[in-house]
């Protein structure tokens, strides 16, 4: 087994030699095909991963997919076969916007891609901004790194709970110096319920979501040669224009992909909105994941539950390939 | 290089803001918790009227919070070390063969990361419920469902850290312990494992921060007995009378041992990240 995996690599490498055109007579030698060189060892230690991602991801979103096909209701969690069949009824449902289930879903959706933009887009700058403010070495860097740090390691419920009680109306923080200290308010505002709880939700969204751009942004910025900075320098180059010109431009494939994650992630964020609410958000924060989790749990409509979650999956996939689809077009722009 | 004076201000009032904006909840947590009732009760005040140590006692009686932070540690421990162990054998298996399906396996893994939770909550939960009936084991409301549930929420990310980090360990090294006669698993061990130990500590932080803090599924799969923290939390806050010092308390006592572990292994995760996702 090992002496064969050996000669297998060994093989691999004279091959991409040969290919290149140095002396053809290896290349004669009869090919074994991989798989059977190395056995079935990669398929061995894949398993575990396989299997676990079958049972809790795969094999769940086909049964999602089923259950958005029939009249799923509580009656039928332990005999989910029995469930009646009703083809694209729990859809219809859904998507259609002059009754109140389609209507309200619209509206969550709606506030979803509000809340998303503005959460994904200040957590990123803050997170480029304090990465790129850091870069050079200072006393108090390694401090500040992990200060900013903090609200990343905080687990979720602990500090969305802590801005819970600081956007209390008459108790919190926030009031306190809106209101007593700066005099900006007439009164104490209420921000965990009416139009104000979108802000305080993308407000908590930033502070947990940042310091994740900043982590990510802070290892991308190690793979900057620093020779081109130096030769920047050496050209004349101001601090503000290597920033603009190396910094930013070399960040961007890791802009690409963290931008990505921190949408897929706020877009379907869950545990904020749920522990700074409750079970039922404000209609002006009803982010799309609470809205699915109170129509399937709280109302105990499993079949349109699963059609919302299907249709939200939908567009996350075909945003996900647009989105892929065009950064990859611009990767291949910017190498011409 | 000397930078010139408006980066320097731009540096002052970025830092500030960023560290005051980190730092808020901190010292709201902080000060609240060692606050009598009434002073929590009325309006907030920067500077505590009298402190107290008092609601770092009671929050243990309010809740049975020692049962919950039992739980979670036991949760997210085991999710943790699962989870470390199957990546890195995936991980293996992906950067040092060739074989059919392993594109297939790692776009299928990376994608699983986009799945809104809330749309596999719903049948977990009934194929837990089901294997129930029909076995006996029960998954539905044990730590069990749980640990296996969460060990997949961190192994994608972990398993396309742990390639990119073993992609960066010469190959030469672990084929070198083949020639000497290790099998793979050897090899595995005793030469790619020591030499990723950072990528390795990164992934295990991942995993058990993703663990530690996840509410929706605990909240939904658990019940009184294997509750975690993240449900039993909201015990001090879902009550008619909410005893804001002591979920401070609670909360405080919490995050300590996270905040702590954490800050102490985040060069790890850097230098996990730099090597192996962000490339």
Not at chain 1, 165 to 184: E, Y
Not at chain 2, 58 to 83: E, K, M, Q
Request: proline fraction near 5%; glycine fraction near 8%.
């Amino acid at each position: 087994m090992t002496a064969t995996v050996t000669t297998d690599s060994l093989t691999e490498k004279s091959d991409r030699v040969t290919s290149r055109g140095n002396g053809g007579a290896r290349r004669r030698l009869p090919r074994i095909p991989d798989r059977i060189r190395q056995g079935g060892l990669p398929y061995l230690l894949l398993l575990p991963a396989v299997l676990l991602e079958l049972l809790v991801h795969v094999i769940p979103m086909v049964i999602g997919i089923v259950m958005s096909f029939r009249q799923f209701t509580q009656f039928y969690i332990n005999n989910w076969g029995g469930a009646p069949w009703s083809g694209f009824d729990n859809y219809k449902i859904a998507v259609d916007v002059n009754a109140p289930i389609g209507e309200a879903l619209l509206h969550s959706f709606f506030v979803t891609c509000v809340f998303t933009f503005f959460a994904v887009g200040l957590a990123w700058l803050f997170g480029v901004a304090a990465a790129i403010m850091l870069q050079e070495n200072f006393r108090g860097r390694g401090i500040l790194r992990a200060i900013f740090l903090v609200p990343y390691a905080l687990p979720v419920y602990a500090a969305v709970i802590t801005w819970a009680f600081m956007f209390q109306r008459d108790n919190g923080l926030i009031n306190h110096v809106l209101h007593d200290q700066l005099g900006l308010t007439d009164q104490p505002s209420f921000w965990l319920i009416g139009d104000n709880s979108i802000y305080a939700l993308i407000i908590v969204s930033v502070w947990k979501g940042w310091p994740f751009a900043f982590l990510i942004v802070m290892a991308g910025l190690q793979n900057i040669p620093r020779e081109l900075y130096e030769a920047a320098s050496i050209d004349g180059a101001g601090i503000w224009q290597q920033i603009r010109k190396i910094t930013l431009p070399s960040l961007r494939p890791v802009n690409q992909v963290l931008v990505l994650v921190l949408f897929l992630w706020t877009f379907n964020d869950f545990n904020t909105p749920y522990v700074l609410f409750g079970k039922a958000a404000p209609e002006n924060a009803d982010l799309i994941s609470i809205h699915i989790y109170q129509s399937s749990f709280v109302t105990w409509n499993f079949g349109t539950g699963s059609a919302m979650s299907v249709l939200l999956l939908l567009f996350l996939l075909v945003v996900t390939a647009v989105y892929l689809l065009i950064t990859s077009r611009g990767r291949k722009g910017a190498d011409a | 290089m000397a930078a010139p004076q408006s980066f320097l201000w731009a540096r002052r009032f970025v830092l500030a803001f960023l560290t005051a904006f980190a730092l808020l909840p901190v010292y709201v947590m902080v000060s609240s918790s060692l606050k009598p009732l009434q002073d929590v009760s009325g309006k907030f005040h920067w500077i505590p009227s009298g402190l107290t140590v008092k609601p770092y006692f009671d929050i243990w009686d309010t809740v049975p919070l020692a049962r919950y932070f039992v739980n979670s540690l036991i949760v997210a421990g085991a999710a943790t070390v699962l989870s470390v162990i199957i990546a890195v054998f995936s991980a293996y298996a992906v950067s040092r063969y060739k074989f059919r399906g392993k594109r297939v396996f790692t776009v299928t893994v990376l994608s699983t990361q986009m799945f809104p939770g809330i749309l596999f909550l719903l049948p977990l939960f009934l194929i837990f419920v089901n294997i129930g009936n029909s076995t006996g084991v029960a998954l539905y409301g044990s730590r069990g469902g749980l640990i296996l549930t969460y060990l997949t929420f961190s192994l994608p990310f972990s398993i396309w850290m742990l390639i990119g980090y073993f992609d960066s360990i010469p190959r030469d090294l672990d084929e070198a312990a083949l020639v000497d006669g290790c099998g793979p698993i050897r090899a595995l061990f005793k030469v790619v494992v020591p030499a990723a130990v950072p990528g390795i500590v990164a992934v295990a932080v991942y995993a058990f921060m993703t663990a530690w803090g996840e509410v929706l599924f605990a909240s939904v799969m658990t019940n009184d007995t294997t509750r975690t923290l993240a449900v039993g939390l909201q015990g001090y806050a879902t009550q008619n009378d909410v005893y804001w010092n002591q979920v401070m308390a609670a909360s405080l006592v919490v995050s300590v041992p996270i905040v702590a572990g954490f800050l102490l292994l985040q060069r790890y995760l850097v230098a996990g990240l730099t090597a192996g996702a962000v490339k």
